[in-house]
């Protein structure tokens, strides 16, 4: 069975996200272009490549906040 893990971002800390994933990403990809192409480092990047598409491939979707809920009232 696969379980999904489900998370809410908002635009600030989805962009906080992918700086340090891609920053993660640069580091690993620094090794391997320097020829250390352990298993660590392949599994690594590949991870973290599908991590950076999944983040910044969703479609934000408007949610409504308690403070605009508020506001309206």
């Not at 352990?38 to 950076?52: G, K, M, P």
């Amino acid at each position: 069975m696969t379980e999904i893990c489900l998370m809410k971002l908002d635009p600030d800390t989805r962009a906080v996200l992918v700086k340090h994933l891609m920053n993660s990403m640069i580091e690993v990809s620094g090794k391997l272009m320097g020829g250390e192409y352990t298993e660590d480092n392949l599994v690594a990047f590949d991870e973290l490549s599908q991590l950076v598409r999944g983040v910044v491939m969703v479609k934000a979707e408007p949610v409504e906040t308690k403070e605009e809920t508020q506001d309206n009232e």
